[in-house]
Protein backbone atom coordinates (compact mmCIF):
# COMPACT_ATOMS: atom_id res chain seq x y z
CA UNK A 1 0.00 0.00 0.00
CA UNK A 2 2.53 2.65 1.00
CA UNK A 3 5.07 1.54 -2.17
CA UNK A 4 2.12 3.06 -4.10
CA UNK A 5 3.21 6.43 -2.48
CA UNK A 6 6.89 6.26 -3.82
CA UNK A 7 7.34 7.55 -7.22
CA UNK A 8 7.75 4.82 -9.93
CA UNK A 9 11.42 7.05 -11.14
CA UNK A 10 12.60 6.34 -7.44
CA UNK A 11 11.41 2.90 -7.61
CA UNK A 12 13.58 2.55 -10.89
CA UNK A 13 16.40 3.92 -9.47
CA UNK A 14 16.49 1.78 -6.21
CA UNK A 15 15.97 -1.52 -8.73
CA UNK A 16 18.98 -0.33 -10.95
CA UNK A 17 20.89 -0.13 -7.64
CA UNK A 18 20.07 -3.27 -6.13
CA UNK A 19 21.04 -4.78 -9.70
CA UNK A 20 24.42 -3.15 -9.93
CA UNK A 21 25.18 -4.00 -6.73
CA UNK A 22 23.57 -7.05 -5.49
CA UNK A 23 24.55 -9.05 -9.30
CA UNK A 24 28.42 -8.31 -8.72
CA UNK A 25 28.18 -9.54 -4.63
CA UNK A 26 26.32 -12.62 -5.97
CA UNK A 27 29.12 -13.42 -8.83
CA UNK A 28 31.57 -12.73 -6.19
CA UNK A 29 30.08 -15.23 -3.71
CA UNK A 30 29.74 -17.57 -6.44
CA UNK A 31 33.41 -17.64 -7.26
CA UNK A 32 34.13 -17.31 -3.88
CA UNK A 33 32.27 -20.57 -3.36
CA UNK A 34 33.68 -22.67 -6.10
CA UNK A 35 37.33 -21.72 -5.44
CA UNK A 36 36.96 -22.68 -1.63
CA UNK A 37 35.65 -25.82 -3.28
CA UNK A 38 38.77 -26.17 -5.57
CA UNK A 39 41.10 -25.66 -2.79
CA UNK A 40 39.28 -27.77 -0.58
CA UNK A 41 39.34 -30.59 -2.97
CA UNK A 42 43.33 -29.98 -4.24
CA UNK A 43 44.11 -30.19 -0.54
CA UNK A 44 41.89 -33.76 0.00
CA UNK A 45 43.83 -35.45 -3.24
CA UNK A 46 46.79 -34.38 -2.23
CA UNK A 47 46.54 -35.45 1.21
CA UNK A 48 45.41 -38.98 -0.50
CA UNK A 49 48.35 -39.29 -2.52
CA UNK A 50 50.32 -38.73 0.47
CA UNK A 51 48.92 -41.66 2.09
CA UNK A 52 49.00 -43.35 -0.93
CA UNK A 53 53.14 -42.98 -1.39
CA UNK A 54 53.70 -43.30 2.17
CA UNK A 55 51.54 -46.78 2.51
CA UNK A 56 53.74 -48.03 -0.68
CA UNK A 57 56.63 -47.10 0.97
CA UNK A 58 56.17 -48.93 4.14
CA UNK A 59 55.27 -51.71 2.10
CA UNK A 60 58.83 -51.51 0.88
CA UNK A 61 57.21 -52.32 -2.75
CA UNK A 62 59.04 -49.60 -4.64
Same mark, same amino acid.
Given at each position: #?? $? %?? !????? $?? =?? &??? !??? /? &????? /? =?? !??? /??? %?? !???? *??????? $?? %??? &?? #???? *???
Amino acid at each position: #MS $L %AL !VSTEL $LT =VI &GIL !VLL /V &GVPLF /V =VA !VIA /VFS %AY !VQYD *GERYLED $LD %ADE &GS #MRDD *GSR
